[in-house]
Structures are given as C-alpha cells and as structure tokens.
C-alpha cells in the first residue's frame, strides 16, 4: 500500500502577525519569533493542570493565529514537516505544521497519544489533501476535529467536508474505513513522521520545555 502525503493543504485567509499572551513590556523584548516560542512555553505552563477540553480550546486558538505558508515557498522544497519551534519561529506552516504542533503540544500537557490521530483528510470542499488532529475521548467515540481552517472544534460528524483516509499517532497507522478503522501497523511505516519526532525529540534536549 503506497500512501501519499499532503503537499497541497488549504489555506485560511492571511491575516496580520500577532504576538500571543505576553505583557507588553516583555513584547518589546523580544524578537516576533522568540516571543511565540515564549508565548508556547507559557502556554504549556499555564494549561497543564486545566479540563482536557480547555486544553484543546487553547492549543487549537493558539496555533490558528499562525499563517498558512506553502511548503515550496516557506523551506524551499516541495514537502518539509516543520518542528512546533520551527513554525513559531518562523511564523507559519501547512496544514501538517499545524495538526503536527498541536499534537505535540497536547502530549506536553498531558493528553494521551492513544486518544490523538494526526488525520489525512480529503477536503471536498477544497478538492484537494489536508491534515487534521482528531482527538477521541474514548476509543470508538466520534472525534473531536482540530483544523486549521476553522476556528471551532467540531466533531467528525459536523465535519461531512472532510473525509477520512487514513491517521497515525506515536504508535500505530490506521485505514480508515467507513464504520471504523484498520490497524495497518507502526508509524515508523512513514518516514516524514519519522524524521519529524527526532527532530523534536533532539530540540527538546537542546532547550527543554517546560515542566
């Protein structure tokens, strides 16, 4: 079974760039780069402790104040899945940049990898690839859908645009079929996913996220 990656992803309306949640003496501080990397860190500081829902609200609002960049534009070639630290430095990402940070982000806070599916999705009304996060409350519960082209989180069944193909997580890929899904095996199956959690993994040694 071949699977393909997204390398076009829809993109939001641009809007102007935004520094989130620093007093404004501490903005003047900072480079637009390193004040969302601080922004993040407080974040996950902030939201350990809260509902699993208010951390979904505030991961999915955070992100989403992010500019949509195409991949080919933003790194130069024609497919490169960012690190969260990557995105915020640079102030943009496709839609695997936003599904992936927001994933690693609420792992960060907590939320387990077995409730969270990064989601390959067939936009209709797009008519093109796209990824989303999909977060499962239970195990065969309707998922909750963090997307960036929208603001709200919906659930998979008030999202009749979207079109499952297949999810991963840390630990498994899955087909998806029409009622339920198909266990295909391990993640290490996709390279990009593959490289990306190193490359995470290598700047959390570098700079530690909060704890």
Same mark, same amino acid.
């Given at each position: 079974m071949v699977l393909l990656f997204v390398n076009g992803c829809g993109a939001r309306k641009k809007?102007?760039?935004?520094?989130?949640g620093l007093e404004p003496d501490r903005q003047l501080e900072l480079e637009p780069g390193q004040q969302r990397i601080a922004d993040w860190h407080a974040l996950i500081r902030e939201k350990r402790h809260v509902s699993e829902?208010?951390?979904?609200? $505030?991961?999915?609002?955070?992100? *989403?104040?992010?500019?949509?960049?195409? /991949?080919l534009a933003h790194w130069g070639r024609k497919?490169?899945?960012?690190?969260?630290?990557?995105?915020?430095?640079?102030?943009?990402?496709d839609c695997e940049?936003?599904?992936?940070?927001?994933?690693?982000?609420?792992l960060q806070l907590d939320v387990p990898d077995d409730n969270m599916r990064l989601t390959y999705v067939k936009a209709l009304q797009l008519k093109q690839p796209h990824m989303?996060? $999909?977060?499962?409350?239970?195990? *065969?519960?309707?998922?909750?859908?963090? /997307?960036?082209?929208?603001?709200?989180?919906?659930?998979?069944?008030?999202?009749?645009d979207l079109i499952p193909v297949y999810s991963f997580n840390g630990k498994g890929l899955?087909?998806?079929k029409k009622q339920n899904s198909e266990r295909l095996g391990g993640a290490e199956r996709l390279s990009l996913w593959q490289d990306l959690q190193t490359r995470f993994s290598r700047e959390a040694v570098a700079s530690p996220l909060p704890e």
């Open positions: 809007t102007s760039e935004v520094a989130v829902m208010e951390k979904l609200e $505030s991961v999915n609002s955070f992100f *989403n104040q992010l500019e949509f960049v195409d /991949d497919d490169y899945w960012s690190t969260p630290q990557e995105m915020l430095a640079s102030n943009g990402g940049d936003f599904a992936t940070a927001k994933y690693f982000t609420l989303v996060l $999909s977060y499962y409350p239970e195990p *065969n519960a309707d998922p909750l859908i963090l /997307d960036s082209l929208i603001k709200r989180i919906l659930s998979a069944s008030e999202r009749p899955w087909l998806a």
